[in-house]
């Protein structure tokens, strides 16, 4: 099998042009972190923070507000984040949060996406996430998978008093992992 020049050439600037825009997009949380921050973030989980990639799908016309998300994520140290924009029609309303992520930090999260991405209609299983890992918008697994949720529910998830480990059992259980079996399997 040849592969054209051509073809190697456009996939390789694209890898490039990738690399740099998240280099570009990962920035320098330090000072937003201290002038801003975020309720229940404690000085020693800011560390792991850090490991979080966040991952966001909005609407083109969301663009404008890529720089306040940032400022929002860097106060919680979130320094990690990949954004991309639809040319045409809009994300699906959906996220997906992985099991190491802080309750405070996925409220906001839960908070970012129903904001920026006009609300949540559908939550991922944690399992088919990296474990430091949060998407909105993703339309990377098809429709079989997105569980879909109530605004109760999610207000539910929004609650400040949920510890990080009540906050992920209410996850689970809304996606039906805490039986082992995933909503979307039914």
Do not use: W
Request: overall charge negative.
């Amino acid at each position: 099998m040849q592969i054209s020049n051509r073809f190697l050439k456009v996939l390789f600037g694209g890898l490039i042009c990738l690399s740099i825009s998240g280099l570009y997009l990962t920035g320098h949380g330090a000072e937003a972190a201290e002038e801003n921050p975020v309720p229940g973030i404690e000085q020693e989980g800011q560390e792991a923070n850090r490991k979080i990639l966040f991952e966001l799908f909005l609407p083109a016309d969301r663009k404008g507000d890529l720089e306040q998300i940032k400022k929002e994520l860097e106060a919680a140290s979130v320094t990690r984040i990949r954004a991309q924009f639809f040319k045409l029609g809009k994300p699906i309303q959906n996220i997906a949060i992985g099991k190491n992520v802080p309750a405070p930090v996925a409220r906001l999260a839960i908070r970012l996406a129903l904001t920026y991405n006009e609300g949540i209609k559908f939550i991922l299983p944690e399992y088919r996430y990296f474990h430091d890992h949060i998407v909105i918008g993703s339309s990377a697994y098809d429709e079989a998978s997105l569980i879909p949720v109530t605004p109760e529910n999610v207000e539910k998830l929004r609650n400040p008093n949920l510890t990080t480990d009540e906050f992920h059992t209410l996850y689970r259980h809304l996606t039906g992992e805490d039986v082992r079996l995933p909503k979307y399997t039914d």
